[in-house]
């Protein structure tokens, strides 16, 4: 093999790699197309009060429930009247949508009970959370919840959306977005929404 061979060969090994290069880099950094349970036009009623005792909606998050401080979860408080009838588990979903590569996921808690109305500060970053219910994988990687930490310079929103469901999910510990979205888009009754903001 002479060296105009050699050449050539090693000229397609570099194209090869760098158009996987740059497939990868696109795919980690797309943008995430619109999940339609977290759409602005869901279709399904707004009707339940969501809130949290630590800060007001649209306010500024505590520095403890973020990247900044502590990082602990943010408490979260509900009214049961509200829930539509037929209701039989609830799904909360904290998500930034100002995120530099579109929605990003920070807590997905799911096959909660509807015994209770409020979600403490702090829970354990445990795939099970007895008496509360099933943690998802946010979109750092990690199973619970991850606190607001926007690049430096910008002032985000991020939004805790509670589903009421019509059925009692059967996902395994550690489900992702796309996954909750496809298990619940059809039992979705009624939602609610809370909103705090942070920047750096």
């Known amino acids: 093999m002479n060296s105009k061979q050699l050449l050539a060969i090693a000229l397609a090994l570099v194209i090869v790699i760098v158009v996987i ?6 795919t980690l950094t797309k943008p995430r197309e619109q999940v339609s349970i977290l759409s602005e036009q869901l279709g399904k009623p707004m009707t339940i009060a969501v809130y949290s005792p630590a800060f007001s909606h649209g306010s500024r998050i505590p520095v403890k429930y973020t990247c900044d ?7 979260i408080e509900w009214d ?12 909360l979903v904290m998500y ?19 015994n209770i109305t409020s979600i403490p500060e702090g829970l354990p970053k445990t795939p099970i959370v007895k ?23 910008s002032m985000h929103r991020y939004y805790l959306r509670l589903f ?9 510990p550690g489900a992702t977005l796309e996954e909750l979205e496809k298990a619940i888009i ?3 009754l009624a939602y609610g929404e809370f909103m705090g903001t942070y920047g750096r």
């Open 164 to 172: 009421a469901l019509d059925t009692v999910l059967d996902l395994k």
């Open 96 to 114: 930034d949508p100002d995120a530099p590569h579109g929605i990003f996921i920070h807590w997905i808690i799911y096959n909660i009970p509807l």
């Open 186 to 188: 059809n039992h979705i």
């Open 21 to 26: 290069v740059g497939y990868v880099a696109y």
């Open 80 to 91: 049961n009247k509200a829930l539509p009838k037929g209701t039989k588990s609830l799904v």
């Open 131 to 153: 008496g509360i219910g099933i943690q998802g994988r946010n979109d750092f990687g990690e199973i619970g919840y991850k606190g607001p930490c926007p690049p430096s310079g």
């Open 69 to 75: 401080g502590q990082d602990i979860s943010i408490p």
